[in-house]
């Protein structure tokens, strides 16, 4: 098996295939989306394409959760602006020597970086045949990292990878033991406004995920 590469970053929904349900194809976008916006701080362009999805004048948010966190994403994109954004990523998720807020489960499952939970990332990767490009300086257990694998597990052409199967194992070996960790760091850090809504939105839709791969 020839080895593919994963993107990450703004320009990454490009970079798959289109194969799947709308329900799964629309996993796989809240993936690219969530992965974009932990990997680097969103520009105008993206802010504003997520203000749009929910044109003025909508009818107030339905009673699923899923639907009330999007709402607060959307709110915070409507009142910031790009460099608002860049500066609380830069403050607390870079930092001068070691930033307020990890995104690598390494740091939460072993306490510090470049630890086990690395080394078991590579190894899935590895069995899938992907490798990180060489143009991303972040480790492959970078959150942004996980979600484009799982991205790519969802909307991918190769059914031999690509399949619900290595997005449940996937997903529960290297993504469900921590995220709740992290989201609780974003959260509980009260320098952090537009990451808010981003961590309450990725709690809720992976507890859906999770919920979901228990059904199978």
């Known amino acids: 098996m020839s080895e593919s590469t994963i993107p990450t970053g703004r320009d ?11 329900e799964d194809l629309a996993r796989a976008d809240l993936y690219g989306l969530l992965a974009s916006l932990y990997f680097e701080p969103p520009d105008q362009t993206l802010l504003d394409m997520i203000v749009a999805s929910v044109p003025e004048g909508s009818p107030p948010p339905d009673e699923a959760p ?16 790009a460099a608002d954004w860049k500066a609380e990523y830069s403050s607390e ?30 190894r899935a990767l590895a069995e899938f045949g992907l490798e990180s490009s060489e143009e991303v300086t972040e480790t492959e257990d ?70 979901a791969f228990d059904m199978m």
Not at 14 to 21: A, H, P, S
């Open 93 to 122: 998720f870079m930092g001068v020597g070691r930033p307020n807020v990890f995104l690598n489960s390494s740091f939460y499952l072993a306490g510090h970086l470049n630890e086990k939970p690395l080394v078991e990332v590579r």
């Open 66 to 81: 899923l639907s009330h966190v999007w709402q607060g994403l959307v709110d915070a994109a409507k009142e910031s602006k």
């Open 142 to 211: 970078h959150v942004s990292a996980l979600f484009e694998v799982m991205r790519y597990l969802i909307a991918g052409d190769d059914v031999e990878i690509s399949n619900l199967t290595n997005q449940r194992v996937f997903f529960n070996d290297h993504i469900r033991p921590w995220y709740d960790d992290l989201c609780d760091a974003i959260e509980n850090n009260p320098a952090m406004h537009l990451y808010y809504p981003v961590a309450a939105l990725t709690r809720e839709f992976l507890a859906i995920e999770g919920q």
């Open 12 to 22: 990454a929904p490009t970079e798959v295939g289109d194969i799947g349900t709308p």
